[in-house]
């Protein structure tokens, strides 16, 4: 059965230029352009290894057409975090990292773990994603213009860098005009979105940011949507030392989404305003105290979308 198994996954490092392969079981590595010359190379490939199943990490967009190639192949893809990659090559004692290396790794990971298989996005989904991956792009770039505009004194300099500013606010306002059409154009966006911007606090680019980066809201239990967004507490306990708990890994997309919409919630929101005070009064840090915030606000709104229910000032919610 095991042999089934390595025959048929294979692990895929992706990178901007290339793709290096390894067919899980199998000694040789791949080294291919990303392209349509590797796409040609790797179906060869598939056929050949009767391939069903591959694996790789994801890496910010460098693997969406490769992707898709998989899939109209009839291959069964799965997608996942690098740092859960990373922390399976640790446990394995695999410190160095290359390219060969990395596709090793996620080739045994796969036949050891088992990933699930990453649904297809819709082409709605797509298109709400990219508009909304373009548009933190804008923000990061507006917001560095108006760092150099407090800087700067060379007048000429800044007027360049007002017109920079102009520009972008332009292009954001557009954006956001773009994202709120395709919303209202979806059914099952438009009733999501209404249900979440009914929550004090959840505004319409915060019901945004979840319905692009956390498609998956509504359909996960507590404990994974909060692993999901990277808001669950890790435990760092060892013998009698018990650690100061973390966060870490998940979506940073969907916790920066919440960060600000948890803030209002503070002042705005009952349920989340006397949460946040009970932690201050029990002597909690601010931003620990706003972080556990942030993980009962997306557990709120995990509950919403699952149940299609709009906000109710209830602390049952």
Known sequence: MENHLQSTWIGIDVSKYHWDIVVAGQPQMHHWSAGQEGCQQLRQLLVQHQVTHACLEATGGCERMLVDFLREQGIAVSVVNPRQIRDFARAQGQLAKTDRLDALVIARYAVLMQPKETQKPSENEQKLRSLRTRRQQVSDALTREKNRRGTQRDEQVRQSIEEAIDFYQRQLEQLDQQIQQLIKADPQFQERSSLLVTVPGVGTTTAAALLADMPELGTLNRREVARLAGLAPINRDSGTLRGKRMI????????????????????????????YQQLLQRGKAKMTALTACMRKLLLILNAMIKTKTDWKCSKET
């Open 248 to 275: 870490g890994g998940g979506r940073a997309a969907v916790r920066q989404g919440l960060y600000m919409a948890t803030l209002v919630a503070t002042q705005h929101n009952p349920i989340i305003r006397e949460h």
